[in-house]
C-alpha cells in the first residue's frame, strides 16, 4: 500500500463501524432497560468463534447469568464496587478457560491427528493454552459484542475460586472475568475515556 492511499484510506472498515467498535465503545456500566435474548449474545458469538486461537483449541467458556437468584450468587463472589455493576447488567458473562478443551480437537482440528491424545496426560500444558487462548477470545468477545450492538463491561475484580467453586466444580472450568453486557445508556461510562498510549510509545522497530 503506499503512502498515499494509507493518507486517504487508513482503515478497511468504514467510519462508523470504527467508531461502534472502537472509537465510541465504552467499558461500560451504565445501562438501559433493553433487554438482551440469547439470540443476540449467539449473534456476537459466531463473530468472536472465528477468532484465531492455537490450534484452534477455543477453550473459552461462558456461563450466562441472568436470573436474580443466579446474579446473587456470583455477586457473593465480585469485589467491592463490580457487585453493584453485576446486580445493574442486564446480564452477566462469567468468562472461563476449559483446560479440557483437548476433547474438541479430533473435530476442531483434524490436521493433527492424535493430538487430542498427547495433549490428555500434559495437564500444565492444557492448563496453560486454556487460559491463554481464551483470554484471546475474551478480547474477541468483546468486540464482537459491539459489532451485535450491544456494550460490554468487563471485569476481573472477583474471586476466582470461590466463583469455580459455586458454578464450575463439576465442569473444571476456570473463570478468566465477568463481562456484563446490555445496551449502553448513553455513553455507558460515568467518566470521560481515559488516554491511551500512541504506536510510538508501545513499539520499537527493528
Ligand atoms: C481484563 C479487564 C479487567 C477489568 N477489571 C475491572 C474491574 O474489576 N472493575 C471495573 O470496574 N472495571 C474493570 N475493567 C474496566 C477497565 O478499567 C476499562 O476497560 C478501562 O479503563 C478502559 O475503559 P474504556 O473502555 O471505557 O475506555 C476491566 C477491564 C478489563 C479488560
Known amino acids: 500500500m503506499t ?11 468504514d467510519e462508523t463501524a470504527a467508531d461502534r467498535l472502537f472509537r465510541h465503545a465504552r467499558s461500560t456500566s451504565l445501562w438501559t432497560d433493553a433487554e438482551i435474548p440469547d439470540a443476540r449474545l449467539e449473534a456476537a458469538w459466531d463473530l468472536a468463534k472465528l477468532g484465531p486461537t492455537a490450534m484452534n483449541t477455543l477453550p473459552l467458556r461462558m456461563l450466562i447469568v441472568r436470573t436474580p437468584e443466579a446474579k446473587q450468587r456470583l455477586i457473593e463472589h465480585m469485589g467491592g464496587g463490580n457487585k453493584a455493576k453485576v446486580d445493574a447488567a442486564p446480564v452477566s ?15 476442531l482440528f483434524p490436521v493433527y491427528p492424535g493430538v487430542r491424545e498427547q495433549l490428555a496426560p500434559a495437564t500444565a ?5 486454556a487460559r491463554k487462548n481464551a483470554l484471546l477470545q475474551a478480547g474477541y468477545l468483546v468486540v464482537a459484542l459491539r459489532a451485535a450492538g450491544l456494550a460490554a463491561g468487563p471485569m476481573d475484580g472477583m474471586e476466582t475460586d470461590g466463583i469455580d467453586r459455586e458454578f464450575f466444580a463439576e465442569s473444571g472450568w476456570r473463570s478468566l472475568m465477568v463481562v456484563n453486557v446490555g445496551e449502553a445508556d448513553g455513553e455507558g461510562a460515568p467518566h470521560p475515556r481515559n488516554k491511551r498510549l500512541d504506536l510510538e510509545q508501545v513499539s520499537r522497530i527493528l
Open 3 to 13: 503512502d498515499t492511499v494509507l493518507e486517504t484510506a487508513p482503515l478497511a472498515i
Open 125 to 129: 500444558v492444557r492448563e496453560e493454552m
Open 93 to 107: 458473562l462469567v468468562l472461563a478457560a476449559d483446560p479440557a478443551f483437548h476433547e474438541h480437537l479430533d473435530e
